[in-house]
């Protein structure tokens, strides 16, 4: 039978549509050039030296990926680092969220402060863009959303390992606390005096501040008429090294302190000989620590001359367990990279590896407690069972 023109046209017309949508699909099934990876931290102020650190640990681990030859499907697909200032703050830190996802990251590795991370990380979830934070506050993960990933231990267990060892190796009868009152230092603070209460240890002195505060006159003339024999501290480390200045002006620096991570700092080690004895606890470990940790920090100092000064070697990390998980995937769309990292144990070139239960906790966390020694931080004692 002869088609009419219209017939004719219409074929033509269907099977032309037809290939557009193959073709659609193909794209759609495509590798794309270029995924980015997000880096939300605390770039300026005084926590500035461990957002930058922890932001270096990604371009470093980009940086390598992408000089291997980084494929999905037998294609080259650069990785790209979009980096933003979260400035320590909330406020500040849901708006750089907002400029991540504007940005059209798949993955972010941020935030550095838990209230920070906290408040950041509905923003990430209605986008299902998974969210790897250093933050250690229990409630990070308890927000319950799907996106949220922690690449230490939480600070329930750091506070048992404060209470611990504190209680078990200290002679000091009398302690005192004193936190920044940010969600992590506050609850930190509390979990810890919980723990040393059980322990049969008295608390004699308690004293809240923001994280900006430097003056320590009135609370250290506290401490010493408390007669405290042991401090335990959730400050950062310039404020911890104003605290101990205030005690030594009024000869009261013969005091053990025990701080947690965010004091284990190069710029805490040199405040060290201000207090008689200067331990803290940390889900940070050494890069020493490992077999794979010299040849990172000889890698580290070469690209950025300087050494890592918080936990640059678990972002570092983070960055090659999420490459891991693109490839699995096959694909840049943040909600493929999730589902790939909630099953994924992945190989982490410096800690070893990287998994997550299904809260989002890291089924890899310990805890390790140092001792300020000879301008180091030496390690005593790690546990991942206290």
Not at 50 to 58: E, S
Not at 138 to 145: F, Q, R, S
Not at 170 to 189: E, N, Q
Not at 309 to 320: K, M, N, W
Request: contains cysteine; aromatic residues 6%.
């Amino acid at each position: 039978m002869t088609q009419t023109p219209s017939r004719r046209t219409s074929l033509a017309l269907l099977a032309a549509l037809t290939l557009l949508g193959s073709a659609s699909l193909t794209g759609c099934n495509s590798a794309p050039s270029t995924i980015k990876i997000g880096v939300a931290q605390p770039l300026s102020g005084p926590l500035a030296a461990l957002g930058k650190d922890m932001l270096n640990g990604v371009e470093l681990a980009v940086e390598e990926l992408n000089k291997e030859g980084f494929q999905i499907k037998g294609k080259i697909v650069k990785l790209e680092v979009v980096a933003v200032d979260d400035h320590a703050d909330a406020k500040a830190g849901v708006d750089a969220a907002k400029q991540l996802v504007d940005a059209g990251v798949s993955v972010v590795i941020g935030h550095l402060n838990s209230g920070v991370s906290i408040a950041a990380a509905p923003i990430y979830a209605e986008k299902s863009i998974p969210q790897l934070a250093i933050s250690t506050n229990p409630k990070y993960t308890e927000l319950g959303l799907p996106t949220t990933l922690r690449l230490v231990a939480n600070d329930k267990l750091q506070a048992k390992a404060i209470g611990s060892f504190s209680a078990s190796q200290f002679p000091a009868t009398r302690y005192a606390t004193v936190d920044d009152g940010t969600p992590y230092g506050k609850d930190l603070a509390a979990g810890a005096a919980s723990e040393l209460t059980k322990a049969k240890k008295e608390i004699v002195a308690q004293g809240t501040f923001d994280e900006k505060t430097v003056k320590f006159d009135e609370f250290a003339a506290k401490l010493k008429e408390a007669k405290a024999e042991a401090l335990i501290s959730t400050l950062s480390d310039f404020q911890l090294v104003a605290l101990l200045e205030a005690l030594g002006k009024i000869d009261y620096n013969r005091i053990t302190v025990l701080g947690a991570d965010t004091v284990k700092t190069p710029d805490m080690l040199k405040g060290a000989g201000l207090a008689s004895s200067l331990y803290v606890t940390s889900p940070i470990l050494e890069p020493r620590e490992f077999p794979a940790g010299k040849a990172f920090l000889d890698r580290y100092r070469t690209k950025f001359q300087t050494v890592p000064a918080y936990a640059g070697h678990y972002s570092y990390d983070a960055t090659f367990v999420v490459a891991s998980a693109i490839k699995r995937a096959e694909s840049g769309k943040p909600e493929a990279i999730l589902q790939a990292l909630r099953k994924i144990d992945g190989y982490a070139p410096v800690t070893g590896s990287m998994k997550w239960d299904d809260k989002g906790e890291q089924r890899y966390g310990v805890i390790g407690v140092y001792q300020a020694r000879g301008g180091n931080w030496e390690s005593r004692v790690r546990s991942d069972s206290w």
